[in-house]
């Protein structure tokens, strides 16, 4: 009898702890799948903001795309608005209006100083739209773009633009962590915003419309482009690829915005710097200017407010 009741004791024993297991188990199981989905998750999320960075980096690279949408917006308005200075163009020669600007997106990066160094020794303004980064080194690169006389201007904080197209507050949110960190590192009050992508981007969740009249609002102004380098999309495309791309689209408009990119792969990018500035300067009547208050606007979209 005691045999039978000691092995059904261990029998209701090796059951109870088949029970709690399972119930263990089960308790853990949707634990360990959420887990697992939420990584898997954060990969596809990275991967699409990845995507659309790409998608966007073709789309800003590719003039012939990007002027699609704004063609009949931009350029139309781009003539009316100058017609104050051709008055003066019809008196002087042509060739003393054109204003070429030079504008660098995506920086600081490890090419910054030799960019900037570049720049010092031609002597030429340009105007930079950078992203956060607040190490030292970054840091000190705000401030020698500053101190050299450049414009600094926005880009975005992250630059990551699932985050910052979902709502005008989203935007806000990044433009004012980026501008607060700009301010207090170089003590510039930034005025001149580049949108990722574009003001004509066709990712932004809310319509740009909205987040132009938040930029507004702020007593800001946004700057496209009219002519891009397309170093964007081809990392290894070559120094005269890029003089090409810049050269080729200089001289249809009074004001030229320039589209080039200081980031960590496009060493390409600086190697063909010196030779797009002489072949600026080599024209006659071209100037070389940074972003002011003076600058013609060129927006790929214009609103009505
Ligand atoms: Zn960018």
């Given at each position: ?103 660098f997106d995506d920086g600081p990066s490890v090419y910054t100083d030799e960019i900037l160094d570049?720049l010092k ?5 340009a105007t930079f739209f950078v992203v956060g980064k607040e190490d030292d080194v970054s840091k000190a690169a705000y401030k020698r773009i500053v101190d050299e006389g450049h414009t600094l201007a926005i880009h975005s904080y992250s630059h ?14 990044d433009l004012e962590k980026l501008e607060s960190l700009l301010y207090e590192v170089t003590g510039t009050q930034c005025k001149y ?69 200081d980031t960590g ?41």
């Open positions: 009898m005691e045999v039978n009741e000691q092995s059904r004791r261990k029998r209701v024993a090796r059951l109870k702890k088949i029970i709690i297991f399972l119930v263990v188990f089960f308790l853990l199981l949707p634990l360990v799948i959420c887990f697992i989905l939420g990584i898997r998750i954060r990969e596809l999320s990275n991967r699409i903001d990845e995507l659309t960075a790409l998608l966007n980096a073709r789309l800003e690279s590719n003039p012939a795309i990007t002027r699609t949408l704004p063609e009949d917006e931009t350029e139309a308005p781009l003539e009316e608005e100058t017609s104050e200075e051709t008055e003066e163009t019809e008196d002087v020669p042509q060739t003393t209006q054109h204003k070429v600007y030079l504008t570049v020794e031609y002597d030429v303004k990551k633009y699932g985050e910052i197209y979902n709502s005008v507050d989203d935007y806000a949110y915003v580049r949108f990722p992508g574009g003001s004509s981007n066709k990712v932004s969740k809310v319509p740009m419309s909205d987040i132009i009249k938040y930029i507004h609002a702020q007593g800001m102004e946004y700057f496209d482009w009219n002519i891009s380098a397309s170093d964007a999309v081809n990392t290894a495309l070559a120094p005269e690829a890029i003089l090409a791309n810049v050269t080729n689209g200089i001289g249809k408009y009074e004001t030229d915005v320039i589209l080039l990119h792969n496009r060493k390409s990018t600086v190697d063909a710097l010196p030779m797009i500035i002489e072949n600026i300067r080599a024209r006659e009547g071209y100037e070389l200017l940074p972003i002011d208050e003076n600058t013609e606007l060129v927006q790929h979209l214009k609103i009505e407010e």
